[in-house]
């Protein structure tokens, strides 16, 4: 898993911070390492999330995830905002993955899911488009929008990487 991880996550984040100044708020599609993140992020919520949250339905698949924002919020972070399509129909839910990375060539790697169910833990069914918008007013506010409705994100963690997660 680390040579994937280091393609997949550490490498186009690197791309992403080289591209974009702190306090950079950017529209997805004007960087193409965005996507080789979003694979990334495909294939954790298929195999590590369920390994690593309970709150996850054991038998919920995704069926692609898209980058909306990419904004870069310190010299050496990286966050990547989107949505998940989920189980091959029309609901997903927002999902935001924050790349930290560290001098030795690696990085740190937390992937969230925004409006899980309080009770379940499990992520939302929105059923729609949704969208997720961004500002910088000295901090990143990532914001939900449904329809006409704009709302902020409660961020639950469901994945954690890291370099000890490949050590030994």
Do not use: N
């Not at 991880?5 to 911070?17: F, K």
């Not at 966050?79 to 399509?85: L, Q, R």
């Not at 506010?141 to 050590?167: D, H, M, N, S, Y």
């Amino acid at each position: 898993m680390q040579q994937w991880y280091q393609d997949g996550i550490v490498g186009p984040a690197r791309l992403l911070r080289d591209a974009l100044a702190v306090g950079d708020v950017a529209d997805s599609d004007r960087h193409p390492a965005a996507d080789t993140i979003e694979m990334a992020i495909e294939a954790l919520f298929r195999g590590e999330a369920k390994a690593q949250y309970a709150g996850w339905p054991r038998e919920m698949t995704t069926d692609g995830s898209v980058a909306h924002l990419v904004v870069r919020p310190a010299e050496d972070t990286v966050v990547v905002a989107g949505s998940t399509c989920a189980d091959f129909g029309p609901d997903a839910f927002p999902h935001r993955a924050e790349v930290v990375l560290d001098q030795q060539g690696s990085a740190t790697f937390t992937l969230q899911v925004g409006e899980v169910d309080a009770r379940t833990g499990a992520p939302p069914r929105l059923t729609g488009p949704i969208l997720v918008a961004g500002t910088i007013d000295g901090q990143v506010t990532l914001e939900l929008i449904l329809g006409r409705r704009q709302i902020p994100i409660t961020w639950t963690t469901v994945v954690e990487l890291g370099p000890a997660k490949f050590e030994g």
